[in-house]
């Protein structure tokens, strides 16, 4: 399936349903009146993250989704039927915005839980609401009320712990793929990835951590070299960034350290935030050097480019030294995780903020007030 992460949608409410002005005639019944219902409300639009989504794909050739509009009201005291309610469903981490203002609706990131977008319409009232004493005939009536409608622009930014960044065949997918399950394609020419992956990594027992790979940058992608900013998005949510850097080039002339640099300063030209983010250096392709010189070559590397972070020297198609870079990785992430609070079950938690027992030694059961007379002692 194709990767679409942008799409442009146009979406309707239905208009509310008119009322009805009608008299109650029957035979033998004298005076019946006012008995015209009111109008059904039109159907609205939610909008519902689904994790089994991964792509936006679906609105990029549907473009138009109308809600239903309400039913009218009609006599012998009938309402109009509300119009049905269209859901939405769109990949966790999907920003929805108006497209002509640029105003941010809503972040779908929480699976399963509708957001409303568009408000349908109410019905309009028939002329049995404005029935008084007074006025035991009405004939007025009122229109049902228009429903919302929107142009909306949706952008997907995927939900990772961890992001991988890095010049074209760094071996980014193949970490991920040493890594993880993620079986990302493989293949030794630049811009083999295409479109993010993602991934998620098992540290051990309930300790996991997602991390996503996205196409690698090159020096000019802030004038659309290559795929140019295209896909960074995908790593603002992101927790970590791990820099991955090709010790080994196939091209003697190519020099890692500018390398480096140029991918810091495509960072900071499309997001000054995203390129404050945490950053760990992975110096990979090690494998393809002899023993007894990678350390001096690590060493240079970290010299040269004046780098103070952690610096983790792996091989991602030989599997070395993968382990102290995930549990570091993990133990990084659990810091900045906010703690979920578990719900509260009345039958037996006690009330946040309230003590297990009260302070006269009871079990914090009901206590009479001295001044109720219907306790007082006879």
């Given at each position: 399936?194709?990767?679409?992460?942008?799409?442009?949608?146009?979406?309707?409410?239905?208009?509310?349903g008119?009322?009805?002005?009608?008299?109650?005639?029957?035979?033998?019944?004298?005076?019946?009146?006012?008995?015209?219902?009111?109008?059904?409300r039109?159907?609205?639009?939610?909008?519902?993250?689904d994790?089994?989504?991964?792509?936006?794909?679906?609105?990029?050739?549907?473009?138009?989704?109308?809600?239903?509009?309400?039913e009218?009201?009609r006599?012998?005291?009938c309402?109009?039927?509300?119009?049905?309610?269209?859901?939405?469903?769109?990949?966790?981490?999907?920003?929805?915005?108006?497209?002509?203002?640029?105003?941010?609706?809503?972040?779908?990131?929480?699976?399963?839980?509708?957001?409303?977008?568009?408000?349908?319409?109410?019905?309009g009232?028939?002329?049995?609401?404005?029935?008084?004493?007074?006025?035991?005939?009405?004939?007025?009536?009122?229109p049902?009320?228009?429903?919302?409608?929107?142009?909306l622009?949706?952008?997907?930014?995927?939900?990772?712990d961890?992001?991988?960044?890095?010049?074209?065949?760094?071996?980014?997918?193949?970490?991920?793929?040493?890594?993880?399950?993620?079986?990302?394609?493989?293949?030794?020419?630049?811009?083999?990835?295409?479109?993010?992956?993602?991934?998620?990594?098992?540290?051990?027992?309930?300790?996991?951590?997602?991390?996503?790979?996205?196409?690698?940058?090159?020096?000019?992608?802030?004038?659309?070299?290559?795929?140019?900013?295209?896909?960074?998005?995908?790593?603002?949510?992101?927790?970590?960034?791990?820099?991955?850097?090709?010790?080994?080039?196939?091209?003697?002339?190519?020099?890692?350290?500018?390398?480096?640099?140029?991918?810091?300063?495509?960072?900071?030209?499309?997001?000054?935030?995203?390129?404050?983010?945490?950053?760990w250096?992975?110096?990979?392709?090690?494998?393809?050097?002899?023993?007894?010189q990678?350390?001096?070559?690590?060493?240079g590397?970290?010299?040269?480019?004046?780098?103070?972070?952690p610096?983790?020297?792996?091989?991602?198609?030989?599997?070395?030294?993968?382990?102290?870079?995930?549990?570091?990785?993990?133990?990084?992430?659990?810091?900045?995780?906010?703690?979920?609070?578990?719900?509260?079950?009345?039958?037996?938690d006690?009330?946040?903020?309230?003590?297990a027992?009260?302070?006269?030694?009871?079990?914090?059961?009901?206590?009479?007030?001295s001044?109720?007379?219907?306790?007082?002692?006879?």
């Open positions: 399936m194709k990767f679409v992460d942008e799409a442009t949608i146009d979406v309707s409410a239905g208009n509310g008119a009322g009805c002005a009608s008299f109650r005639r029957e035979k033998f019944i004298p005076f019946g009146g006012p008995d015209g219902g009111n109008g059904g039109g159907g609205s639009v939610y909008a519902v993250a994790r089994n989504i991964n792509t936006l794909i679906d609105y990029r050739y549907a473009r138009r989704h109308e809600a239903k509009n309400g009218q009201g006599g012998a005291d309402f109009g039927a509300a119009g049905p309610d269209i859901h939405l469903r769109m990949p966790v981490g999907t920003i929805i915005s108006d497209f002509e203002s640029g105003e941010v609706l809503t972040e779908l990131l929480t699976h399963g839980e509708p957001v409303l977008i568009c408000k349908g319409g109410d019905g009232f028939g002329n049995l609401h404005f029935k008084t004493s007074t006025n035991r005939a009405p004939r007025q009536k009122t049902g009320w228009p429903g919302e409608a929107r142009k622009r949706l952008e997907l930014r995927v939900l990772a961890v992001g991988l960044l890095g010049m074209p065949n760094a071996g980014k997918s193949t970490l991920i793929a040493a890594v993880s399950n993620a079986r990302p394609k493989i293949a030794d020419y630049p811009f083999t990835t295409l479109h993010p992956n993602l991934g998620v990594v098992r540290v051990g027992p309930e300790q996991s951590f997602v991390i996503a790979d996205i196409p690698g940058l090159i020096e000019g992608a802030s004038e659309g070299a290559g795929l140019g900013h295209l896909f960074l998005r995908h790593l603002q949510r992101t927790h970590l960034l791990l820099h991955i850097v090709d010790m080994a080039p196939f091209d003697d002339g190519v020099d890692p350290v500018q390398q480096a640099q140029a991918i810091v300063e495509e960072l900071r030209r499309y997001d000054p935030d995203l390129a404050d983010k945490p950053r250096l992975v110096l990979n392709k090690l494998d393809m050097i002899p023993v007894d990678r350390e001096a070559l690590c060493a590397f970290v010299e040269r480019l004046g780098w103070t972070g610096v983790f020297p792996v091989s991602a198609l030989a599997r070395e030294g993968l382990q102290p870079l995930l549990h570091r990785i993990y133990a990084q992430v659990a810091e900045g995780r906010v703690p979920t609070e578990p719900d509260f079950d009345p039958r037996f006690t009330p946040p903020g309230s003590e027992g009260s302070s006269d030694g009871t079990d914090g059961g009901f206590v009479p007030d001044d109720d007379p219907r306790f007082a002692p006879r």
